[in-house]
T-cell receptor, first 112, second 114 residues
Framework: EDQVTQSPEALRLQEGESSSLNCSYT??????LFWYRQDPGKGPEFLFT???AGEEKEKERLKATLTKKESFLHITAPKPEDSATYLC?????????????FGKGTLLTVNP | NAGVTQTPKFQVLKTGQSMTLQCAQD?????MYWYRQDPGMGLRLIYY???????DKGEVPNGYNVSRLNKREFSLRLESAAPSQTSVYFC?????????????FGEGSRLTVL
């Protein structure tokens, strides 16, 4: 069974204090790892897709990286508007083509 | 969220009542999905529809039925609501013409079953 574990569950940062969120995964044949951002009361918003170990993607203050066992979402000099829950999900090769397995998320709070 | 419209946004039911959650998309995608999100749990797929007229079970289909009457609309029905179905329900479509894992979610329907 595919598993996605995100840590920490919650993270408080001061504005400008860089840090990383972790997503550890177990999947039989990775066909993609996905990061989403979710604001309170809203649906998740897609951020990145990573397909293979060593791949990196960047968007503004966010950078996602991937190894064979985990992914990191690095947040550089965060601002209060980066406060949200960040979700990680994996898609396996074979099996149901439409199934994503999501982690429980990391709640990030950035204080001004 | 432009592209996916869910109704209602909020609903309170009593145990045993029935209701239908509606989802409509204006992106002309073939596939549509229903997820539920519970505190302390990840998003879980209830049902999906790969194309008009087809539906398939996801991880947690028990207690739900779905209908894909046309390409635009995908509804989720609770025939006899139970407190365990208290959740936030999200409808989603692919971010592009084909499913790659990128999903575009609606704003959610918050359901409480008393």
């Amino acid at each position: 069974e595919d598993q996605v574990t995100q840590s920490p569950e919650a993270l408080r940062l001061q504005e400008g204090e860089s840090s990383s969120l972790n997503c550890s995964y177990t999947v039989s044949g990775l066909r993609g790892l996905f990061w989403y951002r979710q604001d309170p009361g809203k649906g998740p918003e897609f951020l990145f897709t990573l397909y293979s170990a060593g791949e990196e993607k960047e968007k503004e203050r966010l950078k996602a990286t991937l190894t064979k066992k985990e992914s990191f979402l690095h947040i550089t000099a965060p601002k209060p508007e980066d406060s949200a829950t960040y979700l990680c999900a994996v898609r396996r090769s074979g099996g149901s083509n439409y199934k994503l397995t999501f982690g429980k998320g990391t709640l990030l709070t950035v204080n001004p | 969220n432009a592209g996916v419209t869910q109704t209602p946004k909020f609903q309170v039911l009593k145990t045993g009542q029935s209701m239908t959650l509606q989802c409509a998309q204006d992106m002309n995608h073939n596939s549509m999905y229903w997820y539920r999100q519970d505190p302390g749990m990840g998003l879980r797929l209830i049902y999906y529809s790969a194309s008009e007229g087809t539906t398939d079970k996801g991880e947690v289909p028990n207690g739900y039925n779905v209908s894909r009457l046309n390409k635009r609309e995908f509804s989720l029905r609770l025939e006899s609501a139970a407190p365990s179905q208290t959740s936030v329900y999200f409808c989603a479509i692919p971010g592009g013409p084909d499913f790659t894992g990128e999903l575009f979610f609606g704003e959610g329907s918050r359901l409480t079953v008393l």
